[in-house]
C-alpha cells in the first residue's frame, strides 16, 4: 500500500436484531413524528472504516479484518436485497474534528504492528457511519435522510442503488488525506495588522460581529484607546485573545456591573417578608454572592470562586472541589455535541483545580421544554425530545466512559426552554490536602516561578472549538450564520481525557510540575493568560503545538477550546522526566514556551510575534458595564380560579403522571451511577421490580475504612419566577439544603462543613430592565437566605443571554428562558452511619411534617399541569430564622432517630409521602383529624422548610418533646401500614395504582 | 507465602481501585498495574496469584468493547492466559475485562458481546443465579447459589456461534434478561474454571451498604455499613483457590 491509496471496509450486522443503532433512529424518529408506523419507512445501519498510509510488506487488509471484524456480529458484505428507491447514506466528519474510532483504529493497527502508538500515525483513519433508508413516500425519505445528518459534525454523501457501486472512490482531494502537517499558512499572513484606530464606531461594531468577538462597542473602543496610545494597531490574534479573555462566558461582566434598581408599584404577588432592594448595586457578585462568603470565614473553606472549582476541607488529609457549568448554546446547535462537551468540560475544570483533583462524582439538571412541543415550535429549532435524548445521551458518552459516577441531578420542563435548553454539568474532585512530595505546599495553592515551562497536555489542537466563549455570549438568532458556524460545536473525547488524567494524577503525586489549568474557553489564549498572572508573564510559542489538521492559523490554534487539553506549569528541571511519562502512558504533552515576570503575554508562531499584550490592560482593561433595572410585580397570566375542583384522588394521580413529578428511571439507568464503589445513597432505590423515587441528595462515601461521606443536593424552581425572582432564588437554595439535610449532612456546628454553588441562567439582562431586575431580586434573595444560614458559596457560573429569535409560521418570535437560579449544595457526614434515605421503612411508623410550613398552590406543580383551585394565595413566605432552628437540629445527632426524612417539594406533602410507598410496598393512613379540615393546599401545596418524616413509635414521645422545646413546628400527619394503600377521608387508593401513574412515562 | 493480585489500568480502565480494594478486603496483596507500565518493564505473569482485569471504556469502547485491549494483552504484554491458568493462576474479567476476554478467545472461538438489544448503557441491580456445574468447576463459584450486584454495561449481550455453543461454559445467568444475551448468560468460565469472566460487578457489593435495599435496616439493627458485601464472595473464593506467588521480590507500586 502506498500513500494515496485507501483501504475500506464496511461493517454490517449479520442479523437485523444486531442492528441496534437503527433500532434507536427508528425509536427517536417515532417520538418525534407521532402518528408515524414503523411500516412506513425502514433504517438499516452499518460501518465503514478506511485506512490511508504509509506501509510495506505487509498484508494489511488482513490485519484490519483481525481488528474490526467480529466474524459473530459483523459480515464485509452486504447480502440484504436492495429496494429500488432506497437511498444509502454515508456520514463521516468533518476534517478537523475528532474521529474516537479513527484514532483508536490507529492505535490498535500500531499495537498489532508493534510500533509506538503515540505521536505521528503512520496511517490515517476515518471512521463512516452508513445508512440506508426505506420510506413510503419521497418526503419522508427526504425528512429521514435529514434526520441522520448533522451538518455541523459531518459531511455526508448520498447514493442510490446506482451508484453505491462507485461508493469507494475518492471524491474529493482533502479525502485522500496526507499525513504530514504541511504549512498552509505563509509567512507573510502570520500575523497580520487589524486597523482598529482608524474605524469608525459603526465600523468597529461591524467587525466585531463579523469576527464573531462578542465584543461591544464601549469594549471595542476601549481597545481602540489602548493601541492608540501604543501608536499602533493591534495584530489579529491580540483581538482574539482580548476577545476571549473579556467574554461574558469569561469575565462575568454583568455580574460586575454597576446596577440601578427601581420598583414600580403593580398588582401581584411579591415575595413575603418583603425584601429590601437597594437602587444601586456596584457589582452584584461582590454585594451578593462574595458578601455572604466573606461573612462566613469557615475554616474549611481552602478557595473560593478564584480557581476552577471551590475547594473545601474535607478530612485531615483530603480535601473536595466542586463546579458546575451550563452548556445551553451548544447544546441547542447540537445536543449531544453540547452535553459531551459540557461534561467533559466540567471533568477538566475539576482536573486543573488546585494542584490537580480528581474527579469522583458528575451532576446533571437539565431544563428541556415539554415533549408536546415537538410538533408546535419555531423554524430551525430541534424539537425537545430530541435535545432531552441528545443531551442525556451526551452527558452518557461524556460520564460513563470517564469512570465518573452520576448520581444527582433535576429534569425541568418547561416551555420557556423550547429555543434554548439549560444543560447544567457539575462535578466534583478529590485531592490531597498535601502531597508527600511537597509538604509545604497547600492543594489550594497556586504558584509558578518564573521560568516555569508551559506545557500542553492531551488532545490535538483543532478546528473545533474556536469561538466556544464568545459564541456562548450572544443570544440565539435562528438566522445568524454562528448558528451554522462547525467552529464552535466539538466532540468530547473521554479516552484521550481519561489517559491525561491518569498521567496527571501519577506526576502530580511524583511532584513533577508546579500547577495547572484547563484548556476551556478560549483555550491556549485564556489557559496560558490566566496562569501568566501567577508568574506575571508568559511567552508562548506556538509553533510546535500538535495539531488536528494542519491548515490551522496561529490565531485558531491560541483560540482553540478542548475538553481533553490541560496546560501545565512545569519547572525545568524535572521536564525530561515530566515528558518521559507522559510518553510511557500514552499521552501527548509539549513544551510550548516559559513563564516570565515582564507583565507581557506573548506568543509567538515561526519566530514570530503574533500577540505582545500587556496583562493588565488583558485582565482589567474591561470597562465597566451599567444596567438600568426596573421591577414591577406580575400578575398571574391565567389565575386558575376555576370552580371544579376533582377529587384528592383524581389531583394526586395527575400529578404523579406529569412530567416534572414522574418517574425519571429511564433516563436515570443510562448513567453509572456506582462506578468507583463509593455511592451509598443512589439516585433511585431499586429493590427488584419497585423503584422509590428519586432520592433527596446523593451520598458518597470515602475510599476504605474512612467513615465520612460526601452528600450532594440540588435545588431548582424556576417557575417561581414568573411572579418574583427573589423568591425562585430563595426556594431554590433552601430546597438544595434541604435535600442534604434531607439525606443527613451535618449543620449547625462551628465546624460542619455546608457549601453552596450558584448558577444563574438568564434571559439578556443588558437590553431588558425587567431581566435585569430578576436579576438583582435573584441575587439578593440568595444573599439574604444563605446569610441567615450562614453558608458560603464556593464557585458560581453565570450564562447571561438565553434567548432565542426566529420565526414561527412566517412571523417572529422571541422565546426567553424563565429567569432560572440552580443551587448545588455539598455537604459533609460525619458518619456514614448517619445517612439516611427519603423512603418509608416499617409499618407502624409514625409519619410527622416537620418545618414551618405555610404552603401554596401559586407556582406550584399543581398549578403548571392546569389543576384548578378556588384557594387563596401568594408566594409561599420564607422564614429563615425559624428554618434555622429545624436544619440545626436535623443537621445534628439528634435527628438519628428519624426512620426516613423528606422534603416537600414539587407535588407538595402528599406526593412526597406517596413517593415513600413504592420502595417497601408500604401503605399510608392519614391521621383522621388532620384530613378532616385538609384543604387542596395542605395536600399540594408547595414551600419552603419542611419535611416529611417517619419515625419508631418507640421515639414518638421524645421527639415531640424535643421539637416542641426547640420551637420546631410539626404535625402529625398519620402512620405507615402494611396495607399497600393510600386512606384518604372518603376514598381509599391502592398504592399499585399510584405507583403505575408515577411509573407510566 | 502472600497470595497476590495484580489489577490493570489504563488505556480507559477505570474499576481498578474499588477492584483492587476488594482484592484487599478478601485477603490478597493487590497492586495496580498501569499497563505502560508491564509494557516498559515485561513482568512474568507467573509472580501473581489473582489476574484482574477490572471493569471500564479501555479505548472508549470503540471498534467493540474490550478489542483493542485485548489487541495490547495479546500483543504488547504478550501473555498466555490459558498457560498460567494450566500453572494454576486465576484469572478474572469483570464488564469491560470480561469483554476483553472474550475477545482475546478465553472462552474460545465464535464468542461475542454485542450491544444490548435495546442499543441502551444499564446501570441497575439484579438477580443473579450460578449455573450447578459452574459452580463445582469454578473456584470462583464455589457455594454461590444466588447473588444479587450491580450491572453497568452497554454491551453486554452474550453471542455465540453454533459451534461456540456447545462448548462454551455458562457461569451464571441473570434472573430476568437485561439485554439480550443468550441464554440470559451473564458470565463465563473456562474449561479449567480458573478463567472467569461476568458482566456484573462483584467488586461493587463488596460493602453491605452497596446494596439499594440496605437503608430498610437503619437506624434499627442492621449491620454496620462497611461490613463484607456478597460480591466479595468471588474475591474470598479466589483468595481461598489460589496459588501463592511465585515471586515475593516484587516492588511496591501505588
Keep these: 500500500m502506498s500513500q494515496g491509496h485507501k483501504l475500506r471496509i464496511e461493517l454490517y450486522p449479520c442479523a437485523r436484531d444486531l442492528d441496534v443503532s437503527a433500532k434507536r433512529i427508528t425509536e427517536d424518529f417515532i417520538r418525534e413524528n407521532p402518528g408515524l408506523s414503523e411500516s412506513s419507512f425502514r433504517i438499516d445501519t452499518a460501518k465503514a472504516y478506511s485506512l490511508a498510509g504509509q506501509a510495506s510488506g505487509e498484508n494489511l487488509e488482513s490485519i484490519l479484518t483481525e481488528i474490526l471484524v467480529n466474524p459473530v456480529l459483523d459480515q464485509t458484505t452486504e447480502t440484504r436485497g436492495w429496494k429500488i428507491d432506497a437511498v444509502f447514506i454515508e456520514r463521516g466528519f468533518r476534517p478537523g474534528m475528532t474521529d474516537n474510532a479513527a484514532r483508536a483504529l490507529e492505535e490498535a493497527l500500531a499495537i498489532r504492528l508493534g510500533k509506538n502508538p503515540v505521536g505521528q500515525a503512520d496511517f490515517h483513519a476515518s471512521r463512516l457511519d452508513l445508512y440506508r433508508i426505506e420510506a413510503e413516500t419521497p418526503e419522508l425519505l427526504a425528512k429521514l435522510s435529514s434526520f441522520v445528518a448533522h451538518p455541523l459534525l459531518h459531511t455526508t454523501r448520498a447514493f442510490t442503488r446506482d451508484t453505491w457501486i462507485d461508493r469507494s472512490a475518492p471524491i474529493a482531494s482533502s479525502d485522500t488525506v496526507s499525513i504530514l502537517p504541511a504549512s498552509q499558512a505563509s509567512a507573510s499572513s502570520l500575523a497580520p495588522i487589524f486597523p482598529i484606530r482608524e474605524l469608525s464606531a459603526r465600523a468597529l461594531e461591524l467587525a466585531s460581529k463579523e469576527h464573531l468577538w462578542a465584543l461591544s462597542l464601549p469594549e471595542m473602543l476601549a481597545i481602540q484607546s489602548h493601541f492608540s496610545t501604543l501608536v499602533r494597531d493591534p495584530r489579529i490574534a491580540e483581538l482574539e485573545v482580548l476577545a476571549q479573555t473579556w467574554s461574558e462566558h469569561c469575565k462575568h461582566k454583568i455580574f460586575r456591573a454597576t446596577i440601578r434598581y427601581r420598583e414600580i408599584e403593580g398588582e401581584g404577588p411579591i415575595a413575603s417578608p418583603r425584601p429590601e432592594i437597594p437602587t444601586e448595586t456596584k457589582g452584584l457578585f461582590k454585594t451578593t454572592i462574595k458578601a455572604v462568603t466573606d461573612a462566613c470565614p469557615k475554616p474549611w473553606l481552602l478557595s473560593v470562586f478564584s480557581d476552577n472549582a471551590g475547594i473545601v476541607a474535607f478530612t485531615a488529609d483530603d480535601a473536595v472541589c466542586i463546579k458546575v457549568e451550563t452548556h445551553n448554546s451548544p447544546s441547542a446547535i447540537d445536543p449531544f455535541a453540547g452535553a459531551i462537551t459540557g461534561i467533559g468540560g466540567v471533568h477538566r475544570d475539576i482536573i486543573g483545580t488546585g494542584f490537580g483533583a480528581k474527579p469522583i462524582f458528575n451532576l446533571d439538571v437539565f431544563c428541556v421544554a415539554p415533549a408536546k412541543y415537538d410538533t408546535d415550535r419555531p423554524d430551525g429549532i430541534f424539537p425537545p425530545s430530541r435535545i432531552l435524548e441528545g443531551v442525556r445521551a451526551g452527558v452518557e458518552a461524556g460520564g460513563n466512559p470517564a469512570g465518573i459516577p452520576t448520581i444527582a441531578g433535576a429534569l425541568v420542563y418547561d416551555v420557556s426552554y423550547l429555543g434554548k435548553p439549560l444543560v447544567f454539568c457539575g462535578s466534583g474532585g478529590i485531592l490531597p490536602r498535601k502531597i508527600l512530595k511537597h509538604p509545604l505546599v497547600d492543594c489550594a495553592a497556586k504558584v509558578i516561578e518564573t521560568g516555569d515551562l508551559i506545557v500542553m497536555v492531551g488532545g490535538r489542537i483543532g478546528r473545533d472549538g474556536i469561538h466556544g466563549a464568545t459564541f456562548s455570549s450572544l443570544a440565539m438568532d435562528a438566522s445568524d450564520k454562528s448558528m451554522s458556524n462547525a467552529t464552535v460545536v466539538q466532540l468530547g473525547d473521554p479516552f484521550t481525557q481519561k489517559r491525561a488524567l491518569d498521567f496527571l494524577m501519577v506526576a502530580r503525586d511524583r511532584g513533577l510540575y508546579r500547577t495547572l489549568t484547563d484548556n476551556g474557553a478560549g483555550g491556549l489564549s485564556s489557559s496560558v493568560g490566566e496562569l501568566a498572572t501567577l508568574s506575571n508573564g508568559a511567552r508562548l510559542d506556538l509553533t510546535n503545538a500538535p495539531l488536528k489538521a494542519t491548515d490551522l492559523r496561529p490565531e485558531e490554534i491560541l483560540v482553540s477550546e478542548s475538553q481533553e487539553r490541560m496546560s501545565v506549569a512545569v519547572p525545568p528541571a524535572s521536564l525530561t522526566e515530566f515528558l518521559a511519562l507522559s510518553k510511557a502512558m500514552g499521552v501527548e504533552s509539549t513544551a510550548l514556551g516559559e513563564f516570565t515576570a515582564h507583565g507581557r503575554f506573548e506568543v509567538l508562531y515561526r519566530n514570530e510575534t503574533i500577540a505582545d499584550l500587556d496583562l493588565q490592560f488583558l485582565h482589567e482593561g474591561c470597562p465597566e458595564l451599567k444596567l438600568e433595572a426596573e421591577w414591577t410585580p406580575t400578575k398571574p397570566a391565567a389565575f386558575p380560579t376555576g370552580a371544579t375542583v376533582k377529587g384528592v384522588r383524581e389531583n394526586l394521580l395527575a400529578l404523579l403522571g406529569s412530567e416534572n413529578i414522574a418517574s425519571k428511571e429511564n433516563l436515570l439507568r443510562q448513567y453509572d451511577h456506582e462506578v468507583q464503589g463509593t455511592s451509598l445513597i443512589k439516585p433511585q432505590t431499586q429493590i427488584g421490580d419497585h423503584r422509590s423515587p428519586n432520592q433527596s441528595a446523593a451520598v458518597l462515601v470515602g475510599e476504605g475504612a474512612n467513615r465520612v461521606a460526601a452528600v450532594i443536593g440540588v435545588g431548582i424552581l424556576p417557575e417561581y419566577s414568573r411572579y418574583d425572582a427573589y423568591t425562585m432564588a430563595q426556594a431554590s437554595l433552601d430546597e438544595a439544603v434541604r435535600n442534604v439535610l434531607a439525606s443527613g449532612a451535618e449543620y449547625g456546628t462551628e465546624d460542619s462543613v455546608l457549601a453552596l454553588l450558584d448558577n444563574f441562567c438568564w434571559p439578556d439582562p443588558v437590553s431588558n430592565p425587567k431581566y435585569a431586575a430578576d436579576l438583582v431580586r435573584a441575587g439578593y434573595g440568595l444573599r439574604d437566605a444563605a446569610l441567615t444560614l450562614g453558608l458560603p458559596f464556593v464557585s458560581g457560573k453565570d450564562s447571561m443571554k438565553n434567548d432565542f429569535r426566529g420565526t414561527k409560521n412566517g412571523e417572529a418570535v422571541k422565546i426567553s428562558v424563565l429567569p432560572t437560579v440552580l443551587v448545588t449544595a455539598l455537604g459533609r457526614i460525619v458518619d456514614l452511619e448517619r445517612a439516611r434515605t427519603s423512603e418509608f421503612k416499617q409499618a407502624g411508623d409514625t409519619v410527622f411534617l416537620i418545618g414551618p410550613h405555610r404552603f401554596s398552590l401559586l407556582g406550584s406543580q399543581f398549578e403548571r399541569i392546569g389543576l384548578t383551585h378556588p384557594e387563596a394565595r401568594g408566594l409561599p413566605p420564607s422564614d429563615w430564622a425559624a428554618a434555622k432552628r429545624l436544619y440545626t437540629w436535623l443537621g445534628s445527632e439528634r435527628s438519628d432517630r428519624l426512620r426516613s426524612c423528606a422534603d416537600v417539594s414539587e407535588g407538595g406533602t402528599l406526593t412526597a409521602i406517596v413517593e415513600s410507598l413504592f420502595a417497601y410496598r408500604l401503605g399510608f393512613e392519614f391521621e383522621p383529624a388532620w384530613s378532616a379540615e385538609a384543604n387542596l393546599t395542605d395536600y399540594f401545596g408547595e414551600g419552603l422548610h419542611s419535611f416529611v418524616v417517619s419515625i419508631g413509635q418507640e421515639h414518638e414521645v421524645d421527639l415531640v418533646r424535643e421539637w416542641f422545646a426547640s420551637g420546631i413546628a410539626f404535625t402529625r400527619l398519620g402512620k405507615v401500614t402494611a396495607s399497600r394503600t393510600l386512606v384518604l377521608p372518603k376514598d381509599t387508593v391502592p398504592v399499585e395504582l399510584l405507583e403505575a401513574a408515577w411509573r407510566k412515562r | ?254
Aim: one cysteine or more; glycine letters at 12%; a neutral charge.
Design chain 2, 1 to 254: 507465602m502472600k497470595k497476590t493480585a495484580w489489577v490493570l489500568t489504563g488505556d480507559g480502565i477505570n474499576c481498578e481501585v474499588e477492584t483492587a480494594e476488594a482484592c484487599r478486603r478478601a485477603g490478597f496483596e493487590a497492586t495496580i498495574f498501569h499497563l505502560s507500565e508491564l509494557i516498559e518493564k515485561p513482568r512474568a505473569l507467573d509472580a501473581c496469584s489473582l489476574l484482574v482485569i477490572p471493569g471500564g471504556f479501555s479505548f472508549g469502547d470503540e471498534l467493540g468493547s474490550g478489542r483493542v485491549l485485548a489487541l495490547k494483552l495479546r500483543y504488547q504484554l504478550g501473555w498466555d492466559l490459558p498457560k498460567f491458568a494450566a500453572n494454576g493462576g486465576l484469572v478474572l474479567g469483570i464488564c469491560n475485562g470480561f469483554q476483553a476476554l472474550v475477545a482475546l478467545g478465553a472462552f474460545g472461538e465464535g464468542v461475542a458481546l454485542a450491544a444490548n438489544e435495546d442499543g441502551r448503557f444499564r446501570n441497575e441491580w439484579i438477580r443473579l443465579e450460578i449455573d450447578p456445574a459452574a459452580k463445582l468447576a469454578s473456584p470462583f463459584l464455589a457455594g454461590m447459589d444466588v447473588i444479587e450486584l450491580p450491572i453497568r454495561h452497554g454491551e453486554g449481550r452474550l453471542l455465540f456461534s453454533d459451534a461456540a455453543k456447545a462448548v462454551t461454559g455458562a457461569a451464571l445467568r441473570y434472573s430476568t434478561n437485561p439485554n439480550g444475551s443468550t441464554g440470559g448468560i451473564a458470565g463465563l468460565s473456562d474449561s479449567t474454571g480458573r478463567i472467569f469472566g461476568l458482566m456484573p460487578h462483584p467488586e461493587g457489593f463488596q460493602r453491605v451498604s452497596q446494596h439499594p435495599g440496605y437503608f430498610r435496616s437503619v437506624p434499627t439493627a442492621g449491620p454496620s455499613p462497611l461490613e463484607d458485601g456478597a460480591g466479595l464472595l468471588l474475591f474470598k473464593n479466589a483468595f481461598r483457590s489460589a496459588r501463592p506467588a511465585t515471586d515475593s521480590t516484587k516492588e511496591n507500586h501505588r
